[in-house]
């Protein structure tokens, strides 16, 4: 009796051993059909260095006012830079740095036109006028690429 027990207990573990690996066969090729349903679009990556130069305002500033004279409603100035500025903002303001995001105006890109030699004519309608008593600075964001962004 002893001699099938062994025999008995034998083939019980042969018969576990089989169905554990089966069942590993079963489940690697089911995790290989799900990783091979993945696909990844082609990607490029890399790093690069470049000079960013910035504009210098040129020439003379000319600013416009209302018919009474005491707001200014725009401003023009040449920029001077190797590139052609694709977005300009400017701040018109009693301090030195604006405070506010609203201090802002955007100069539309229809607004910026060739003058000479990496010289680029800029007229800005201010977005709100500003008081003659209010507009001691002129501040200039300008980028060749992209927009200026301002926080």
């Known amino acids: ?13 042969k018969i576990a051993g089989l169905c554990a690996f089966v069942l590993a066969g079963v489940i690697g090729v089911g995790a290989y ?7 990844v679009k082609a990607q490029d990556a890399g790093a690069g260095v470049h000079v960013v130069g910035g ?17 200014n409603t725009a ?3 040449v920029l001077k830079g190797e590139l052609k500025p694709s977005d300009v903002k400017v701040a018109v303001t009693k301090e030195e740095h604006p405070s506010t995001e609203a201090e802002w105006s ?9 003058a000479g030699a990496e010289e680029y004519e800029v ?12 507009a001691d ?3 200039i964001a300008a ?9």
Not at 7 to 12: E, G, H, L, Q, T
Not at 33 to 39: L, S, V
Not at 106 to 114: F, R, S
Not at 123 to 134: G, Q, R, S, Y
């Open 75 to 77: 401003v023009d100035f």
């Open 106 to 114: 955007d100069c539309p890109e229809a607004n910026i036109k060739a």
């Open 33 to 39: 059909a799900f990783t091979a349903a993945n696909t």
């Open 1 to 13: 009796m002893r001699i099938g027990k062994r025999s008995f207990a034998s083939r019980k573990r």
């Open 55 to 71: 504009y210098e305002q040129t020439k003379g500033v000319y600013y416009e006012w209302n018919v009474e004279g005491t707001e």
């Open 137 to 139: 600075h002129l501040t």
């Open 143 to 151: 980028v060749s690429e992209g927009e200026v962004k301002i926080k």
């Open 123 to 134: 007229k800005c309608e201010l977005a709100t006028p500003v008081a003659n008593a209010n």
